[in-house]
C-alpha cells in the first residue's frame, strides 16, 4: 500500500487542533486503513513480566533502580508454565518483558526461549528486555526469539531529561538495527507526554519512526508513579495519544500498533479507543500474581478483567460491539 506522509506543519496543527471534526476524521482514516490490511481482526499477544529487577534508572518508570519496591523475577520454570496456560486459553504470541536484569544471561533466556517453542512450534516469541549486545541479540534469534520491543522512549532532549546521563539515545538507536540485521522483527515507539515535552520533539519521534519503518509500534501515555521524581506530573493526555496512534498508522499502514495498557489505565475506555484509531493489537497480562503485584511501572496499571489471561471472552465481546474480533493466529505484519 501507498505510503502517505504528512507534512511537518500537518502534524503541528493537528497537535494543536481541539476540533473534534479534524480528530474524528483523522481517527476514521487510520481505522479505514487498518480494516484495509488487517480486516476486523484484532492480534493478541501474552505479556509475561519476568523481573523487576533493573539496572537503569529511567526517571519516570517505577521499577527503576532507585526506587525502593519489592524485587521480583520468574523462575524459567514459572516463565514456560505461564505460556502453557496461555497457550491453552488460546495465545500464539508470548511477550517476554522485564528490566534489565543481568540474573537473565543469554543461556537462561535461550533455554527458556528454545523450551516454550519446542513444546509450542506454532507460537512467536517476543522479548522485551532492553538494551543487550548485538551478539546477545544474535543468540537470541537463534535459540527461536522473532520479535523485539525496544522503544527509544523520547527525541533527543527530551530523552536526556528523562534519563540518567549513562543513558544514550543513540545506543537504544542503535540496538534496534542490531536486531533488525541479525533477523528480529522489531518493534519501536516513545511516551506520549512525558514531562517537559513538546510539539516539535514528538514530531521528530514520528519522523524517526518513519524512517526506521518498524514492524511493530508502540506508544503510550506517561503516567506518573508513585515514588519516582516525576510522580507529581500530570499524565498523558487520551487525546494526544489517539492523534499520534492515528498519525502513526496513516503514516505506516502495514504496521502492528498496539492499543496499549497505559491508555487503557487513563481511560477505561482507552483499549477500544485506541482500536477505533488504528490499533490492532493487545496485549493482556498473563503473568502469574507474583508480577502482576510488583510489576508496577506507574500507579493503578490494569492488569485484571480484560487484561488477564482468562479475559479473553469478554474482550473478544467488547471487540463484537464495535465489529472487530480476535484473531488467534500468531499474528505477523502483513
Ligand atoms: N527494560 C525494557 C526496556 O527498557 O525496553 C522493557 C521494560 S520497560 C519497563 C517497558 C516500557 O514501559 C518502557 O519502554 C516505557 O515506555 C514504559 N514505561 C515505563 N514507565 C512508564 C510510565 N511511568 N508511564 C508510561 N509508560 C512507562
New binding site residues.
Partial sequence: MFREFFSDEDILDIFKSNDEKVIISLNEKARRITNSIYQNKIFIRGLIEISNY?K?N?F????NNKMKIKRFRLSSDEIIASSKLAYKEGFRTFVL????DSFFTDDILSRIIYSIKNLFPDTRITL????RSKKSYKILKESGADRY???F?AEDEIFKKLHESSQILNIRKKALLDLREVGFVIGT???VDPPFTNHINTLNSIKFIRELEPEMI?I??????KG?I?EKYPAGSVKNTLKILSILRIENPHSLIPSTT?LNTIDKDGRIKGILAGANVVMPNISPDVAKENYK??DNKNSTGLESLYGLKALDELLNEYGYEIDYSKGDNK
Fill in positions: 533493573c537503569n529511567c519516570y518508570c517505577g521499577i518483558q522485564g528490566g534489565e522485551s528486555l532492553g538494551v520491543l525496544l522503544r522512549e515507539g516513545f511516551l508502540g503510550g501515555p506517561f503516567i506518573p508513579a519516582t516525576f497505559a511501572l506507574y
